[in-house]
């Protein structure tokens, strides 16, 4: 019987990737030694034609293309968590439909995880080729941070693209949350990985939906999601402010019995108070950040809503 690979397939306006992606998958087809391919494309509320493409890809080979339509926008991470609960493969693969993914890793990855004991086997880019240097910049330092404070490891430059058995394609399904941060569920939900190397790749078509400022929402996201050090340092804050504060207190007051005059400077004293309040609303939007995240996840709402599917 013939062990099924399902590639999971995330689109947001890639009219013109869609059927580049599928020519190429095809074309390293033979490689995948007596392995029938699951396509599943998930159009997260693209209003141009990536729709129709997938349409058409569908009625060309009903048998392996299948697709899901959101009724809008829901984000990469809920089209991701539909691509892994439609999926039916003994293995399952994440690819981004721009090709920055290299296809013909496939075999290599295919292979380790038959012959070997890995559960898993990750890609990292070890380049940045290509990419602003800013973004790079603080990709580099997002990673650093998030090390340091999360329990939760999560390797620089490893990219969504990899390849699961069953086994762990399952246990990160258990994972039902609202807010997901996927390359912190890859790591927690452990499972033997290998990472392959390659070198950056530049987009087949069309042009990236990430920018500087969704980029910074999501590292902020996946800090929140595994890290509970964000908390730490309000309550430090806190505790540091008010020692600060009590120290001040008391040198005014000794000051004002040796010298015997009242304390002068406003403006000091106004510039003190709004210091000390600024840190205060720092420190409420940094628990307002955790309150948020419990608040959409006691509201059940569901991650993602179907419109069409085939």
């Known amino acids: 019987m013939l062990k099924k690979l399902s590639i ?14 599928y020519k190429a998958v095809e074309k390293i ?4 030694n007596d392995v029938e391919l699951e396509y599943c494309f998930i159009n997260d509320g693209s209003t141009d034609n990536t729709l129709k493409e997938m349409q058409k890809l569908q009625a060309e080979d009903p048998e392996h293309v299948h697709y899901v339509s959101f009724s809008r926008n829901f984000g990469k991470e809920a089209a991701l968590y539909c691509g892994l609960r439609e999926a ?15 296809p013909d890793m496939l075999p290599e990855m295919l292979k380790i995880v038959e ?12 380049d940045r080729a290509g990419e602003p240097p800013i973004r790079s910049f603080f990709s580099r330092m997002f ?12 390797v620089d430059g490893a990219r969504d693209f990899r390849l699961m058995t069953r086994q762990m394609t399952d246990a990160i399904l258990s994972m039902s949350e609202y807010n997901r941060f996927s390359k912190g569920i890859f790591s927690w939900v452990g ?11 530049e987009r087949v078509a069309g042009k990236t939906s990430w920018n500087f400022w969704s980029l910074f929402r ?9 890290s509970q050090f964000p908390l730490d340092i309000a309550a430090f804050i806190g505790f540091i402010s008010s020692l600060v504060s009590g120290l001040g207190i008391l040198f005014i007051i000794a000051r004002y019995l040796i010298q015997g005059d009242p304390t002068s400077g406003w403006a000091s004293t106004i510039c003190i108070m709004l210091f000390i309040g600024g840190i205060q609303l720092f ?3 940094i628990v307002g950040k955790y309150i948020g995240k419990i608040f959409t996840e006691v509201k059940q709402r569901p991650v993602y809503i179907i419109k069409e599917k085939k």
């Open 8 to 21: 999971i397939v995330p689109c947001y306006f890639e009219e013109e990737s869609v059927p580049l992606f």
């Open 29 to 32: 087809k033979p490689q995948l």
């Open 88 to 102: 039916t493969g003994d293995y399952v693969t994440v690819m981004d439909v721009d090709l920055q993914d290299p």
């Open 115 to 126: 012959t070997t004991d890995y559960d898993c086997v990750g890609t990292r880019r070890i």
């Open 143 to 154: 990673y650093k941070l998030i090390n340091q404070i999360s329990d939760t490891e999560i």
């Open 191 to 201: 499972f033997k990985t290998k990472y392959l190397n390659y070198e950056n790749q």
């Open 218 to 226: 999501y590292s902020i996201d996946g800090i929140v999601n595994f």
């Open 283 to 285: 420190c409420l939007g």
